[in-house]
């Protein structure tokens, strides 16, 4: 009941935001359906700590510990950039950037893609993940070209392509798995593509046809998840599409992305006996860490440089979950929920910094702390927390990441805090002269929304400092299913 | 292995003709004839579902037969004809480069397919099985045509043939998707198509062509 409210709500908000999205009230009606979502979620929270994992719908659709703080964090997310949003658009549209029609597919496709990531996150079908999944990206594909300049176009014919051939070859391997559960589960049923009834005869299943299978989901899945060498579309779209998108793509899409990776390396993990699968991850994870830091010193505009550092971090939490085991597993769960929270919020700050501004290019913004101190504070709190500074969440997870390496994998461990080093000097340079400095720049008409990013701040201080009992122990039984 | 009953050998054939399909696009340069052999992989697609239907004794694939002829063989096209024509690029040229290292690279990419699917046909329970190969080759002769090609309509024609040998490689392998994720996956290629169209006059307003080399100005920097 409360999975069909938390799916249904964003999908009939979308239906009528497409009737009514240009109506002066439209950004109001955004937050109030995002709301709904949040409350409907808390009751699922609610019952789920009351009577513990549960499903619905003949099974199709399902919350265990690993899905449910996701759906907790998707909504949450979602709810602060709606809250974020009402004043960035109504700003854009004062720039005379959008026009009604616009906002009106703003509006519509912003709940749309939000409902595509609640059935990605909570359906148990491996088929309906993938429908969900491609309908994510169509959904965010016009809105990534929103304000229809060249640059946009041409990000968002990258994203699509590029994203649509990776999800092609998702279903290819997709379809791999159900030829080697059809004998085991019964052919013509759904039963073959339930994932829970999957996990229940993974050591049974053919493992030459789960191993392709699974290099064939971590390619189509990992382009979404912007790991290198796919992730080309990734920068492009953060920084050609409207602020709250780069948001949600970057704290919500990315994480969902490598959920479903997570899902199939369970059962792969299963079939295959070996560590095969892990080390897989570990490969894209630590190359897409490394290979984005690098790319951090080259960029000129500030939504290009927290985006590659959002390839950087999805690399930390793959190389994570690549090597498997509590501690690590445990940190890379903490690590997608404090990195969504704080990546969001120094989209919310920079996507207002850049307004003030009038430019992306990052010399052109200067002495944020002197004309919007509030701005000012968001990016700079906001980038500390990111660069891994205690007592910041990232930093509890980073230094788990780190230790297990140390003891597991020595060798890997020197080229991580190298990386982590580099991240910090390249992106603390160029925040720094931003946030202090002089500058003209005049105040902006509508008074910024930042109740958002000190909401995400606080949260990701409070994971540094003291991580709930509920959720500590959702971590931990969900890394036990990584585990076996 | 028993003789291949005669159903078998039809549907060899067939996805041999899908193969040779995928290998006419990949050398066709007017957008109009890619249009036609995209409408003949459907054909050929229809045909191989609804024999596999009537051999394994598979009901629902009937139902999938239906949709596919529906929509690859009608609405596609038909929505894909229409945008030609409203954009006017029907006599359409592409200037294709080494056509016979394409066609090498293609070779290439079938043997490729056939290695990565021989240990699953060797095990395969069913003769329908082998027909893995050939499914996987089409689907990387797609991914081919999307990287060699430099027009934004033509890359969509490579996106469909993608999908295509998708759905072979699900039709011949597994008797088909359960008939929901199939309807699924049947309305994302629909809505996608939508999108590219919309996409195609965005492109054209902004660059005053569909061609993709005005698309190259964001770099890795």
């Not at chain 1, 999975?3 to 009606?29: D, F, K, N, S, T």
């Not at chain 1, 809250?83 to 950037?97: K, L, N, T």
Request: with cysteine; glycine share 8%; hydrophobic share 55%.
């Amino acid at each position: 009941m409360e999975i069909a409210l938390v799916v249904g709500i964003p999908l009939l908000g979308a239906a009528l935001l497409a009737l009514a999205g240009a109506q002066r009230r439209a950004a109001e009606l955004n937050v109030a359906i995002s709301l709904a979502t949040l409350l409907a979620a808390a009751a699922l929270v609610v019952r789920v700590i009351r009577d513990g994992p549960l499903s619905a719908f003949g099974e199709q659709f399902f919350i265990d510990p690993f899905n449910v703080f996701l759906v907790a964090l998707t909504v949450l997310v979602g709810f602060t950039t709606a809250v974020f949003s009402r004043p960035y658009m109504r700003i854009e549209a004062a720039h005379g950037r959008l026009t009604g029609g616009r906002l009106r597919l703003y509006h519509s496709m912003y709940q749309l893609f939000m409902a595509a990531m609640l059935v990605a996150l909570t359906t148990n079908n491996l088929g309906f993940l993938w429908v969900a999944m491609e309908a994510a990206t169509l959904s965010t594909v016009l809105l990534v070209s929103l304000y229809r300049t060249r640059a946009s176009i041409e990000a968002a014919w990258k994203y699509f392509i590029l994203c649509g051939v990776g999800i092609a070859l998702a279903l290819f391997g997709t379809i791999l798995v159900y030829v080697a559960a059809e004998g085991r589960l019964g052919g013509s049923g759904m039963s073959a593509l339930l994932w829970t009834h999957l996990d229940a005869v993974k050591g049974q299943l053919e493992p030459t046809v789960i191993g392709l299978a699974f290099v064939f989901l971590l390619v189509g899945y990992g382009t979404k998840v912007g790991l290198a060498p796919l992730h080309n579309w990734l920068p492009d779209a953060h920084a050609e599409g409207p602020t709250p998108v780069s948001a949600v793509l970057s704290g919500l899409l990315l994480n969902v992305a490598l959920y479903a990776i997570l899902r199939c390396k369970i059962i792969a993990d299963g079939a295959l006996h070996s560590a095969l699968p892990g080390r897989m991850l570990m490969g894209f994870g630590l190359l897409s860490t490394v290979w984005a830091t690098f790319f951090l010193w080259r960029q000129r505009d500030i939504k290009r440089l927290f985006a590659y550092s959002s390839i950087e971090h999805m690399g930390i939490m793959t190389f994570a979950f690549g090597m498997g085991g509590p501690v690590a597993s445990f940190a890379g769960l903490l690590h997608m929920t404090v990195h969504s929270l704080t990546k969001s919020a120094i989209f919310f700050a920079a996507g207002h910094a850049t307004q003030a501004a009038g430019t992306q290019r990052m010399e052109g913004i200067r002495g944020l702390l002197a004309t919007h101190p509030s701005v000012g504070w968001g990016l700079m709190l906001g980038t500390l927390a990111i660069l891994g500074m205690p007592p910041f969440g990232v930093f509890a997870s980073e230094y788990l990441v780190l230790t297990t390496a140390m003891r597991e994998h020595p060798w890997a461990t020197p080229i991580l805090l190298v990386a982590l080093a580099v991240a910090f000097a390249a992106i603390f340079g160029r925040v720094q002269p931003m946030v202090f400095g002089d500058t003209q720049a005049p105040r902006l008409p509508h008074p910024p929304a930042l109740l958002p990013v000190f909401i995400h701040l606080a949260l990701v201080l409070a994971l540094g400092i003291s991580i709930p009992a509920a959720l500590s122990q959702w971590y931990r039984l969900a890394a036990q299913l990584f585990t076996g | 292995m028993p003789a291949p009953t005669f159903a078998t050998q039809v549907l060899q054939t067939l996805a041999g003709a899908l193969l040779l399909i995928s290998f006419a696009m990949l050398a066709e340069r007017r957008s109009r004839r890619l249009v036609t052999l995209l409408i003949w992989q459907g054909v050929v697609l229809v045909t191989s579902t609804l024999l596999v239907a009537v051999t394994a004794q598979q009901p629902h694939l009937f139902f999938s037969a239906a949709l596919t002829l529906a929509l690859k063989v009608g609405v596609l096209p038909w929505i894909l004809l229409r945008l030609m024509r409203r954009l006017g690029i029907e006599r359409d040229n592409e200037p294709l480069v080494n056509v016979p290292t394409l066609m090498l690279v293609g070779l290439g990419l079938v043997v490729f397919a056939f290695g990565l699917a021989q240990p699953i046909t060797a095990l395969a329970t069913t003769v329908i099985r082998q027909t893995l190969g050939i499914a996987l080759a089409v689907i990387l002769l797609a991914l081919l045509m999307i990287l060699a090609r430099r027009k934004a309509f033509t890359q969509v024609i490579g996106f469909l043939a993608l999908e295509n040998g998708l759905f072979f490689a699900a039709t011949t392998t597994t008797y088909g998707m359960p008939m929901v994720v199939e309807l699924g996956i049947a309305l994302d290629v629909l809505v996608g198509v939508f999108i590219f169209g919309v996409f195609f006059f965005h492109i054209r307003e902004q660059f005053d062509s569909l061609d993709l080399h005005h698309l190259e100005t964001l770099k890795e920097d």
